[in-house]
């Protein structure tokens, strides 16, 4: 195996793994952000056969970095970790991702690594983490924290109350950052289709870690709202928002 760097310097030839044609607006948004990040020490890591297969990635950053609800400035914070295919799963390929972002966190003179997982979509489940040494930190709605620690002195990270950040937004709201390369997608489909049926949308870019970090919702970096109510906490389908539309209003779309 072979572990690329992505650097904002060889992005165009490396890819992002999870978004891969560099035509795509998708793409030139995450470049951008990326680009804005790296400085702050975030780090896209691409596993690779030595017949330069690509087989997983993981993006990692110092937690007071993180584009999530989190608190552990003494933390170096998984955003993503994925291996594509099911053939190459149960294989160490986790794992090894997993060390290089606990290597980079020593290197840093941080105490520990932490994670957010999910039992829904969009986000790891806690077995792999389970299985090198993370422990379960603090649970809200389908969200788990997750941390592994060699600092036994180390205060342990926490979750930030994003419910009371809910409370904030009246109306219709869909806030969303380019730290995913398909929000951008979604949340036009999302605008357009509410402009169709005559629907009052406030559309909000998450432009900075401290508005990431209040973010209303777990994922942070896709949050559908109507009157203070978190409705959907990842990016999602025009067909989905349809039948979204269809439960909260009885439209016909």
Known sequence: MKLIEVTPENALQETFFCIKDTKRHGFKDKYNWFNKRHKEGMRIKILKSYADKML??????????????????????????YIYSKKERQKGYGALLLKDAENE????????????????????????????????IETKDRFQLLA????????PPKLIDWHAEQKKYKGWHLLYSDQCPWNEKSAEAILNLAMDVGLDMTLTKITSVKEAKAAPSG????NLLRDGRLIVDHYISNTRFKNILKKELNLKV
């Not at 993006?59 to 400035?73: L, M, N, Q, T």
């Not at 941080?110 to 090198?132: I, P, Q, R, Y």
């Not at 994922?219 to 896709?222: A, C, I, L, Q, R």
Request: charged residues 20%; aromatic residues 18%.
């Open 56 to 81: 997983g990635f993981i993006e990692y950053v110092p937690a007071k970095f993180a584009w999530r609800p989190i608190e552990g400035d003494n933390y170096m914070f998984i955003h993503c970790i």
């Open 105 to 136: 966190a020593k290197a840093n003179g941080l105490d520990g690594l932490c994670v957010m997982t999910s039992d829904g979509g969009w986000l790891a489940n806690k077995s792999l983490f389970e299985k090198n040494d993370f422990h379960q």
């Open 148 to 155: 592994k620690t060699w600092n036994t002195a180390a205060l």
């Open 219 to 222: 994922f942070g970096v896709f």
